[in-house]
């Protein structure tokens, strides 16, 4: 939660105090830095105080509501024949005005609209019947937050449109008109520029519009890393300034000197080259990155030419705060320590140095420097470095700023002056853009080992390189460049296949919407029940969660992977799941199926889910399966844990219906009649259906937890009430990962202890007022 207020005032008035009437100067500078501290965190603290307050009240959650206002981006296809945009809204109608005024509704929203044949809204300003709920994503230690990235953004709530008609009774202010700007610009590129092969890449180069990019652009992109050339940054304004400046430069020379002074020529050239990035930065949508890529530019031009002899720390701090104090939720931005970052990199490796001879050479050095300094914050975001990444960037960089971006730029502006020389300029950024594509795609094509590096390895790797730079003992130099060519020659051997142990036997349910997927540990054997939903071509848990979670925990190898069914939901991501970690074996319950999403990758024995018994370190693993059900969730393969020491248990019945589940009853009468147990956990059959969790099911099992690995409002309605109302009748602590996130189950001291992600959760998302924290179990 947020501290309250009245903290940061009393922290600012004693320190403010302190300041004042001290004399000592050491306590003056702490005062000073305590009153700063309290100053920006109380800033922040408010502006997070004022989105939060912006609230859907949970009883408006599902239902279908009436909203006007108008689209603030570009609307952009989306997945399953879907429009997606966001609104800007300007009025709520049909809600009870006590609701109204009680608190203030959300004033942006996240939207989609479904339908084959939905290809453009209506209108700029609109009135939409809207089905809308509160932000909630999937919450797990690892990967994409979608929550976060909603807050950051400003969206206070997300959902789908059923109908929209225009509306001119909304008031078009200033954003509105910019909005709508910036959509007909994006337009215009798109009609212009058609028939170019490369059009995704010139939209989102000229006006930083990406709605075209496909999942083959972001792979290449991101195997190269070089994803942040087609996100409007600091490199795309600096090369737009650094020819503003070059132009506006030649012309003032061309004004008698007794005209302008050289201070008045300085503020002269000054300002047209800000406005030329101003003009530039709204063209590319003036996002997030931009404004702060925008504000660095600005501070770094004035320090440039009207400093006198300050350091380059001084501009590096000015633009920080500066961007903190205009925007303070950008520290939740990648983007954000990545920019200052590599600026600090850089800073390192050039100010005050003894100087680098050749434009070769320099990049050569910055490229090294930015490569290493910022593997550390790449690590914190559970991100790697592509090691080919330094030669892409090593031939892009100078590719695009002299060769691509020009041409871009200048033959934007042409066609803009004369529309009739589209075609032969379009023939011209095709031209250009083959090139930078060719290079791209034969890099991301070489073999590039996955560097593996511990938190201490990446920061010493770091400063052992930017050392090497600034410091021009050859020696130490030489030795430097061996130790870090060894280190990577050791990354080319096979990866480790074993798995970093655990003390105490733990089972991980992650949250994965409307899916499962589990991990069980037990001193360094692992075993996966079911991999969570994939939809091909538009995400998969495996790659966003799974992966994210096993790389984290030092998990390199799955002893057995047990797929329960080869239901989407269950079974997703199953190839690069095996493409990506060491698989002993596979037990499912479905093998055709199975075996037909490995393909390739099937390299590993698949065996049916037969009634039989294995150890998993102190657990003991039991398998079944109905014997009449040969496929779909009749056909899931049952699992259940014991750990005989403390008596807990797991019982993992996949999606089968009432009708297996009595089989089941039988088979584990005989199975587990001379076993005693003093605690079981159950996961709910198929997620808390309703043809499941029968009342002798319930009955027999009688769990002590019953855990339902659901989606938030999912359509389906998972789980069911007349089902949480029978565990609950038996005094059955629920869970829901809709609700707890991922949940970790572990033995200590013999017992169980259930720990719900939420709870570790930042503000905007565990607050007494959020999703999570209204979401109950119906």
């Excluded at 028939?195 to 890449?201: V, Y």
């Excluded at 695009?400 to 042409?414: C, K």
């Excluded at 991980?508 to 071509?537: E, F």
Aim: glycine share 8%; proline share 6%.
């Amino acid at each position: 939660m947020l501290p309250p207020p009245e903290w940061f005032l009393v922290g600012f008035i004693t320190s403010f105090c302190i300041a004042l009437l001290s004399r000592s100067g050491i306590v003056r500078r702490g005062a000073f830095v305590i009153l700063a501290l309290s100053a920006g965190t109380g800033w922040a603290g408010w502006h997070a105080s004022q989105r939060l307050s912006e609230h859907l009240p949970s009883e408006f959650e599902g239902r279908k509501v009436s909203v006007s206002g108008y689209v603030c981006d570009v609307p952009s296809p989306g997945n399953f024949h879907s429009l997606r945009f966001s609104l800007c809204v300007t009025g709520w109608h049909g809600l009870p005005k006590q609701k109204a005024a009680a608190r203030p509704m959300p004033r942006m929203v996240r939207l989609a609209w479904y339908g084959a044949k939905v290809s453009k809204l209506p209108a700029h300003r609109l009135r939409l019947d809207v089905v809308l709920k509160r932000p909630h994503g999937t919450l797990n230690d690892q990967g994409f937050r979608y929550e976060d990235w909603l807050f950051r953004k400003g969206y206070r709530a997300t959902g789908t449109v059923r109908a929209a008609e225009p509306d001119d009774s909304v008031l078009c202010g200033l954003h509105c008109h910019y909005s709508r700007a910036h959509t007909e610009l994006a337009r215009w590129v798109e009609r212009r520029f058609a028939d170019a092969e490369h059009l995704p890449l010139i939209a989102s180069l000229l006006v930083g519009y990406r709605g075209n990019m496909t999942d083959a652009h972001w792979q290449i992109l991101q195997a190269t890393g070089t994803v942040h050339l087609v996100a409007i940054s600091g490199l795309h304004l600096g090369l737009i300034a650094l020819g503003a400046g070059l132009v506006f430069q030649r012309l003032l020379l061309v004004l008698p000197v007794s005209h302008l002074g050289e201070a008045a020529r300085r503020r002269l050239l000054f300002g047209a080259v800000m406005l030329c990035c101003l003009v530039y930065a709204l063209a590319a949508g003036f996002t997030v990155p931009t404004r702060r890529a925008l504000l660095m530019v600005m501070v770094g031009g004035w320090s440039l030419l009207f400093a006198r002899q300050r350091p380059a720390w001084h501009s590096l701090v000015l633009a920080l705060a500066t961007i903190l104090f205009l925007d303070p939720f950008a520290p939740l931005d990648q983007g954000f320590w990545l920019s200052f970052g590599a600026v600090s990199v850089l800073i390192c490796a050039f100010a005050g140095s003894l100087g680098v001879s050749g434009w070769f050479r320099a990049l050569l050095v910055a490229q090294c420097a930015v490569f290493a300094g910022l593997w550390p914050v790449l690590q914190v975001f559970g991100q790697g470095q592509p090691l080919i990444g330094g030669l892409a960037n090593l031939i892009a960089i100078p590719l695009v700023s002299t060769v691509v971006m020009p041409v871009l730029v200048i033959g934007g502006l042409l066609t803009a002056a004369v529309p009739i020389v589209s075609g032969v300029v379009t023939v011209a950024f095709d031209a250009v853009l083959d090139v930078l594509w060719y290079l791209l795609s034969a890099l991301a094509q070489l073999p590039s080992p996955d560097l593996r590096a511990g938190s201490l390895e990446v920061v010493v790797l770091a400063f052992l390189v930017l050392a090497m730079i600034c410091m021009p003992l050859r020696g130490y130099r030489v030795a430097g460049i061996i130790a870090i060519l060894s280190w990577l020659g050791l990354s080319w051997l096979p990866a480790p296949s074993t798995n970093i142990p655990v003390s105490k036997p733990e089972v991980r349910i992650w949250d994965v919407g409307q899916g499962l997927a589990v991990l069980v540990r037990s001193g360094d054997k692992v075993l996966l029940y079911d991999t969570g939903p994939a939809v091909p071509g538009v995400f998969s848990s495996v790659e966003s969660t799974l992966l994210p979670e096993l790389r984290a925990l030092g998990v390199h190898r799955i002893d057995t992977l047990v797929v329960s069914h080869a239901d989407s939901d269950h079974a997703g991501g199953l190839a690069l799941l095996a493409d990506s970690l060491v698989i002993g074996q596979v037990v499912t319950g479905e093998v055709a199926e199975v075996w037909a999403k490995l393909g390739a990758s099937s390299g590993f024995p698949v065996v049916p889910c037969l009634s039989r018994s294995e150890f998993l370190g102190e657990l003991e693993v039991s398998y079944w399966q109905a014997p009449v059900a040969n496929q779909g969730n009749d056909a899931s393969c049952v699992m259940r844990l014991q750990h005989r020491a403390s008596g807990i248990e797991w019982v993992f019945p996949g999606d089968i219906s009432a009708a297996v589940e009595s089989r089941y009853l039988t088979h584990l009468n005989k199975a587990a009649r001379a076993q005693p147990r003093t605690t079981r956990v159950l996961l709910a059959p198929h997620h808390g259906s309703k043809t499941s969790s029968s009342l002798a099911w319930v009955d027999t099992l009688s769990p002590d937890v019953v855990i339902y690995s659901a989606g938030y409002r999912h359509r389906f309605g998972h789980p069911h009430p007349t089902v949480t109302a029978r565990y609950r009748a038996l005094g059955s602590r629920s869970f829901s990962t809709a609700c707890s996130g991922m949940l970790v189950l572990a033995i200590a001291h013999n017992s169980l202890t259930i720990k719900e992600k939420r709870h570790d959760a930042p503000f905007w998302i565990s607050g007494a007022d959020q999703a999570r924290a209204a979401c109950k179990i119906p």
